[in-house]
């Protein structure tokens, strides 16, 4: 059914009238396809997000703007009003142009998830697994040194971490950075050496971000420090030790979701730390996949997923399925005063007896701002290195002004958990009979 452009237009210039005065832009004039959004209506790359959502809320499609955003692996430099309208009017009227899963009713029946229209099955996780880089981290041997307690929250990517981190962040008795991306090496230089490409570079700024916090630096001073602790061939769990150093009594909290790709990775954390504490952070699946979709996480996968043929809902499933599979496995080796499981959906739904449970966990008094995660964005690590308005990880949550109770039920008008393969609706109702409910 072809779609008209007028319509079109008119849902489009409705939204960034909408989003002008939300932002409280300076830019009064009427709204026209010459408007370029940055120049003229000075929009944040936040904003263009944004109005992205709103668009394809309006329109009641999925349209797949990464594409329009992204030139050649670059962001775009500013879009003209009319170039939104073209490109809207061109995926919802030639779906074949609009690519994989672009161009779709949102509201859809349910969809099968993985590649060639099917669930899950046991044999594509088994293949998935194989493509997970293997890690080699260097024992830190039974007799070495270990630094005081740290705090990790552990869950796969898109469960609302990076909400529940700049939560933890308001407890003066915590210092949650954003993702040290730490544990996965067993030195500095080894960590750059991975890290540093197009698709993962933003990925060493949580260390960037915390030094700067913790000694009062700069961007480049931190940087610095850095690029000598990697020539230095320094150690991880060093490094971890030098942000421990300056806090006083404050635990350190590390939140970075691709610790639960390997279970390697999360013994090391039993290698590194006296008696560390881990939260698991658990979320339904199906919201997990809508976000990972909404976010298109596999760009910054490529290598991984080069030769695989699934779908990204059915990437998504398996991330989901594999992390949290290897987080439960290793609990077992952790006593269980020391694991905290706790939902996504519980958190928004509850924040403050969720938060207090929480503190009583790890020991520390209650603090009224953990519920307030939108307030002190400096204190909380949620601006930015360089305070560079870059399109980061943390998007999604500057997308929201307070904690959003519907954010967790809305996967419901996209899927179902008839989309899910055997083990998914296993592993789902495992973690929904324990402490940490995921259905709401
Ligand atoms: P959706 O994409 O389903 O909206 P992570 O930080 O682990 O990548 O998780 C991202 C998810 O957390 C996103 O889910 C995002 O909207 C959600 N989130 C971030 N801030 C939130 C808030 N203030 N209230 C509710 N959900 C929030």
């Given at each position: 059914m072809t779609v008209e452009r007028s319509d079109i237009e008119a849902a489009i210039f409705e939204v960034v009238e909408e989003l002008l005065e939300s932002i409280d832009a300076e830019f009064e004039d009427d709204v026209t396809s010459d408007v370029m959004l940055i120049a003229d209506a000075g929009f944040s790359s936040i904003d263009f997000v944004q109005m992205t959502v709103m668009i394809e809320e309006s329109l009641n499609r999925k349209i797949g703007f990464q594409d329009m955003l992204m030139k050649d692996g670059q962001y775009v430099d500013d879009l003209s009003v009319g170039q939104v309208v073209d490109f809207t009017v061109d995926r919802l009227n030639s779906p074949a142009a609009a690519g994989n899963g672009a161009a779709e009713p949102t509201a859809a029946a349910p969809t099968a998830m993985a590649a060639g229209g099917r669930t899950v099955t046991a044999q594509d996780v088994e293949q998935f697994v194989k493509l997970i880089k293997p890690r080699k981290i260097a024992s830190a041997g039974g007799h070495a040194l270990k630094n005081r307690r740290a705090v990790f929250i552990l869950s796969?990517?898109?469960?609302?971490s990076t909400l529940l981190r700049v939560m933890v962040a308001g407890n003066p008795a915590l210092f949650a950075p954003p993702e040290l991306h730490l544990l996965s090496y067993a030195t500095m230089d080894e960590r750059r050496a991975d890290l540093s490409s197009d698709h993962s570079e933003q990925l060493l700024d949580g260390t960037v971000r915390a030094l700067m916090q913790t000694r009062d630096w700069t961007g480049d001073q931190a940087r610095q420090f850095i690029a000598e602790c990697e020539a230095n061939g320094m150690g991880t769990r060093e490094f971890f030790g030098i942000l421990q150093e300056n806090l006083g009594d404050r635990l350190l909290v590390d939140k970075t979701p691709t610790y639960a790709f390997s279970l390697d990775i999360l013994r090391q954390a039993e290698e590194y730390f006296e008696d560390p504490l881990y939260i698991h952070l658990t979320r339904h699946p199906c919201g997990m996949i809508r976000s990972y979709e909404e976010s298109n996480l596999t760009r910054m996968m490529p290598l991984m997923m080069k030769n695989a043929d699934f779908s990204m809902a059915a990437v998504a499933e398996m991330i989901w399925l594999v992390s949290n599979r290897n987080i439960l496995e290793f609990s077992q080796s952790v006593p269980s005063e020391r694991w905290f499981p706790v939902s996504y959906e519980n958190i928004v739904n509850d924040p403050e007896s969720n938060m207090r449970r929480l503190c009583e966990f790890l020991g520390v008094p209650y603090a009224e701002d953990m519920i307030n995660p939108y307030s002190d964005r400096k204190a909380r690590m949620t601006d930015g290195v360089d305070n560079a308005s870059k399109m980061s990880g943390d998007l999604k949550f500057h997308l929201h002004s307070q904690i959003d109770p519907a954010a967790a039920t809305r996967w419901r008008q996209f899927c179902s958990e008839d989309m899910l393969g055997q083990e998914t609706l296993e592993l789902v109702s495992t973690l929904d009979a324990g402490a940490a409910s995921i259905r709401v």
């Open positions: 796969p990517p898109r469960s609302g």
